[in-house]
């Protein structure tokens, strides 16, 4: 089994920071990438970004220079800051990880339950 927890998630004012983290456990061989996504009321889940376990990052570009990618291979953790953030940031934000699990032939991909984030005055 594995699992993604995520934690981070909240009430902030237009212009505020949030920072999310996401650590992934259980019976993971190794990890090509962890990312997050965000999925809005009425609208289809979408990429914020990624991170692969050599470092390399992807962004949307609705989120480029406000918000920042991390990882720590070591915890098999991801981190979101979020910075600047507007009310069109809104959405529920969801972990994901592409990964090797132990006695598997393949890479798949594993979701965390999602963490709200409200930006609103």
């Known amino acids: 089994q594995v699992q993604l927890v995520e934690s981070g998630g909240g009430l902030v004012q237009p212009g505020g920071s949030l920072r999310l983290s996401c650590a992934a456990s259980?019976?993971?061989?190794?990890?090509?990438?962890m990312g997050w996504y965000r999925q809005a009321p009425g609208k289809q889940r979408e990429l914020v970004a990624d991170?692969?376990?050599?470092?390399?990052?992807n962004y949307a570009d609705s989120v480029k220079g406000r918000f920042s990618i991390s990882g720590d291979n070591a915890k098999n953790t991801v981190y979101l800051q979020m910075n600047s953030l507007k009310p069109e940031d809104t959405a529920v934000y969801y972990c994901n990880a592409n990964l090797f699990r132990n006695g598997s032939y393949y890479y798949a991909d594993y979701w965390g339950q999602g963490t709200q984030v409200t930006v609103s005055s």
């Open positions: 259980g019976s993971i061989f190794s990890i090509n990438a």
């Open positions: 991170i692969t376990s050599g470092g390399t990052t």
